[in-house]
């Protein structure tokens, strides 16, 4: 239990851990890979060489370190935490490993500013939030392997049917190895492989671009240049092939009420989008409920899934679809390939265009980050509810500056 002296010196010590948190997060990672090698299988190296890691903790400490008396305010980056974790495998007793390190970062990047007193404060503050995270991860497992053909840690999935959608993304569809049976998840959650490549295992995270209710998983994969499992996945695996899954997880999922839907994505983030759609028309349809459905792709042969949504679109009055080629090809200019509603980027007459006069919708984002603040820029322009506007990374958290100090009449 951290005491209100150690809460004191938190406070005191907090603007120089601010200041350096980025410094401490960049020491922190290299000192713990050191000394704890066997924790570089949890952490994706192209995130540790953009600095988007270190970025994030270093957020996420100053967060916490300000908030230590209303921690409810942190509650959906708590969330957001623990679905990641669950994700990854991460268990009790990696939470001392971390602690000790992020602890010698402190005092290594800090020098003089730091004594025992300050260690202590900073340590007592890691171990209530430790206990915190600890707590929720356990829940989550319980309810992870509990719920209709749940598991923990790793379950073998079978390679069934590999699909081309696009020039750049595969779907994978993936069956229990053992025991086939219906599969409950969330709209919007995603699966993580756990696989050894080159003597080093790799854990990346995919959205599900399926929808609940099958016995049956589907993971749409973009090639990504460089990337060591989604260029395994499209060159190498083939039906046959077996995969190791850890259990859906993510709270990037679809709310269930009457408020119009609204699907904003760009490339491969159409995969949840796409997951979302088909349980709107499924289990998870609410009568009268309108969807709309907006996609940006660079051209028609990057574009997976449209002749399918299109298609939803045509057979269901209460859905619409706009598609928009920033990069056209000669067959979209043409009209051969028939998908292209418009050309260039997304702007605000396109949003207008579905939501009418309405804003009290539930808006759905994902895609490249400067697509996504562009979307959140303009939904926050025409007055659409924050608490309603849902989006998510595909790697660490990031900071997305969102002016809403004017909302459109």
Not at 29 to 38: A, D, G, I, V, W
Not at 147 to 169: A, C, P
Request: proline fraction near 4%; charged fraction near 20%.
């Amino acid at each position: 239990m951290i005491s209100q002296q150690q809460k004191a010196i938190i406070q005191a010590t907090l603007p120089a851990v601010e200041q350096n948190a980025v410094n401490i997060t960049s020491c922190f990672y290299p000192l713990m890979f050191q000394r704890y090698p066997s924790v570089l299988n949890y952490f994706n190296q192209a995130n540790q060489q953009q600095g988007t890691q270190r970025e994030a903790l270093a957020n996420a400490v100053v967060a916490y370190a300000k908030n230590l008396d209303r921690l409810d305010v942190l509650s959906d980056a708590v969330s957001l935490i623990v679905q990641k974790h669950c994700s990854l495998g991460i268990l009790p007793e990696h939470y001392p490993i971390v602690g000790e390190c992020l602890l010698a970062a402190i005092a290594e990047v800090l020098g003089d500013a730091v004594d025992d007193a300050v260690l202590d404060a900073w340590g007592a503050a890691y171990q209530q939030l430790a206990e915190i995270l600890i707590g929720s991860e356990q829940a989550t497992y319980q309810f992870m392997a509990e719920r209709q053909g749940g598991w923990n840690g790793l379950r073998d999935f079978e390679v069934i049917e590999k699909r081309q959608e696009s020039e750049v993304i595969t779907s994978f569809v993936l069956a229990p190895a053992h025991d086939r049976e219906v599969i409950d998840f969330h709209p919007g959650q995603y699966i993580t492989i756990v696989k050894t490549l080159n003597e080093r295992q790799v854990r990346r995270s995919y959205s599900l671009s399926s929808s609940p209710g099958r016995d049956t998983l589907q993971i749409s994969v973009k090639r990504e240049d460089g990337g060591t499992l989604s260029n395994h996945l499209h060159d190498d695996v083939q039906p046959g092939d077996v995969l190791a899954l850890t259990a859906p997880c993510g709270d990037f999922t679809l709310n269930q009420n009457p408020k119009p839907l609204m699907l904003v994505t760009a490339g491969v983030g159409i995969t949840p989008a796409l997951s979302m759609l088909k349980a709107s028309l499924g289990d998870y349809a609410v009568a009268g409920r309108e969807i709309h459905f907006l996609h940006c792709a660079r051209n028609g042969q990057a574009h997976a899934f449209g002749r399918e949504v299109r298609h939803l679109a045509e057979t269901h009055a209460h859905v619409s679809s706009t598609f928009i080629y920033s990069h056209p090809a000669e067959s979209d200019l043409s009209g051969e390939t028939g998908l292209a509603d418009d050309f260039g980027f997304l702007t605000e007459t396109h949003l207008k265009d579905h939501l009418g006069a309405k804003r009290d919708v539930e808006l759905y984002v994902l895609g490249p980050k400067i697509f996504m603040q562009q979307v959140l820029q303009l939904a926050a322009d025409l007055g659409i509810p924050e608490a309603q506007t849902h989006f998510e990374f595909f790697g660490p958290l990031e900071e997305l500056a969102i002016d809403r100090s004017q909302h459109a009449a």
